[in-house]
């Protein structure tokens, strides 16, 4: 992938990012960079090839201007709950696991962490020491949710990630938009919605895990709300990838056919 990283002292903000998205051709790009009194900033072009990749990442052409521009491609638009989980697990914020465990790493498990082993492939770059967002457990029932950052009620965005059932048992895993304010006020949209759910059964698959699709629609409502992705597992696990929120509602449809649109 290529990113636009604007470094500062405490921190680097990703304004730019474009993932398996090139071309071997030059393509047109271009961001706007906040303007900033106050903090020094440095402005760094980063380029991440994948380990099975071969090629090259090229850029020509630099040019600063004192305007405001819109983001092109389109699709390299950075919105706060993206994440590759390569690092970390960016802005989103994981919480439950299983509280009953005696034991410390494994009720550490079975909360949403960045995995660093592999049960299967980063999605990201195919690479094999980890790199995605993983829960899992064994002979007991545990829960944990991994909570997007807060998102603007009045813009539609069409929520697009990669999942992954690891080892074979029950399972679930569920997608909701909580309202600011815990789901308080009495009226529809101000309470807690189930948008998208995914269940096995212990027969349902076989042993191999593989990464698959899931995309829903998340339109406008009149209160700023989280995503929350919610896994339930008992002998397994789940894995989550490549989080993305685009604003484009072409093709928006619920993925993947099995799963249960709300």
Not at 177 to 191: D, F, H
Request: charged fraction near 20%; charge should be negative; include cysteine.
């Amino acid at each position: 992938y290529v990113q636009v990283v604007l470094r500062y002292a405490d921190r680097n903000v990703t304004v730019w990012y474009l993932l398996n998205q090139q071309q071997a051709d030059w393509t047109y790009a271009q961001v706007t960079l906040p303007a900033n009194s106050t903090n020094n900033v440095t402005v760094a072009i980063a380029g991440v090839q994948g380990p099975h990749v071969m090629g090259m990442i090229g850029v020509d052409d630099i040019a600063v201007a004192p305007i405001a521009c819109p983001v092109k491609p389109e699709v390299a638009k950075v919105e706060a709950g993206d994440c590759t989980f390569d690092r970390d697990l960016c802005l989103w914020e994981a919480s439950g696991g299983d509280e009953s465990s005696s034991s410390s790493s494994s009720a550490n498990l079975a909360k949403w962490h960045l995995a660093d082993n592999s049960p299967l492939k980063d999605h990201t770059f195919e690479a094999d020491e980890g790199g995605y967002a993983y829960m899992e457990t064994f002979n007991r029932i545990s829960k944990s949710n991994l909570t997007s950052p807060l998102l603007p009620s009045d813009t539609f965005f069409c929520f697009t990630f990669w999942f992954s059932h690891v080892y074979r048992d029950t399972a679930e895993l569920k997608i909701y938009r909580v309202p600011e304010g815990g789901g308080q006020g009495g009226e529809e949209e101000n309470e807690e919605a189930l948008l998208w759910e995914y269940n096995l059964d212990a027969d349902d698959e076989d042993d191999t895990p593989t990464w698959q699709y899931g995309q829903l629609p998340l339109d406008t409502t009149n209160i700023d709300y989280r995503v929350v992705m919610a896994g339930m597992v008992t002998r397994s696990g789940w894995a989550v990838d490549d989080v993305k929120f685009y604003t484009s509602d072409t093709n928006c449809r619920v993925y993947p056919s099995t799963a249960s649109p709300v």
